[in-house]
T-cell receptor, first 112, second 114 residues
Framework: SQKIEQNSEALNIQEGKTATLTCNYT??????LQWYRQDPGRGPVFLLL?????KEKRKERLKVTFDTTLKQSLFHITASQPADSATYLC???????????FGGGTRLMVKP | DGGITQSPKYLFRKEGQNVTLSCEQN?????MYWYRQDPGQGLRLIYY???????QKGDIAEGYSVSREKKESFPLTVTSAQKNPTAFYLC?????????????FGSGTRLTVV
């Protein structure tokens, strides 16, 4: 069955450092991958989309890579700030595009 | 401002009671979705609808029902058949059924069985 794995343990980093979050998947051939940010008690907010034929995507301090051979996406936040503290979810979509399948999310804590 | 409104924010259900969660969007999105989120877990799809008067079961539809009589509205009913309904429920919409541009989520409804 399809499986999406994100590190369930919280990632703690110091302000100003680069945070790197991992999304691994098995038994899936996604056409695209999305990353969302979720704050406690709130709905997720869409951040970035990367397609299967794209290796890297950037948006301000965010960078996403997508390696379909390794079946892995990396999500980087450079020059991290305490305001970046949240849970980050990856989601995969197929060619039919009818719906997304979400990972369990990784909680990021940026300490001042 | 355009967006998705979920209500109520908190809901308490007694054993054996049906409750309905509201989801309204003014984004003119065609597709709408209901997800359930349990602590420390990912989002699990309950139902989705790509057009009015049509909807499909997701991975965990048992004990839930939906309707899509209007493009703007996609209410979710949690029936008494759902044995473990305590969770955080999220409604989402997208501009097409292809989800290529990201989902827009509501703020969620936290349902608790008392």
């Amino acid at each position: 069955s399809q499986k999406i794995e994100q590190n369930s343990e919280a990632l703690n980093i110091q302000e100003g450092k680069t945070a790197t979050l991992t999304c691994n998947y098995t038994n899936y051939s996604p056409a695209y991958l999305q990353w969302y940010r979720q704050d406690p008690g709130r709905g997720p907010v869409f951040l970035l989309l990367i397609r299967e034929n794209e290796k890297e995507k950037r948006k301000e301090r965010l960078k996403v890579t997508f390696d379909t051979t390794l079946k892995q996406s990396l999500f980087h936040i450079t020059a991290s700030q305490p305001a970046d503290s949240a849970t980050y979810l990856c989601a995969l979509g197929n060619n039919a595009g009818n719906m997304l399948t979400f990972g369990g999310g990784t909680r990021l804590m940026v300490k001042p | 401002d355009g967006g998705i409104t979920q209500s109520p924010k908190y809901l308490f259900r007694k054993e054996g009671q049906n409750v309905t969660l509201s989801c309204e969007q003014n984004l003119n999105h065609d597709a709408m979705y209901w997800y359930r989120q349990d602590p420390g877990q990912g989002l699990r799809l309950i139902y989705y609808s790509q057009i009015v008067n049509d909807f499909q079961k997701g991975d965990i539809a048992e004990g839930y029902s939906v309707s899509r009589e209007k493009k703007e509205s996609f209410p979710l009913t949690v029936t008494s058949a759902q044995k473990n309904p305590t969770a955080f429920y999220l409604c989402a919409s997208s501009s097409t059924g292809l989800a290529l541009y990201g989902y827009t989520f509501g703020s969620g409804t936290r349902l608790t069985v008392v």
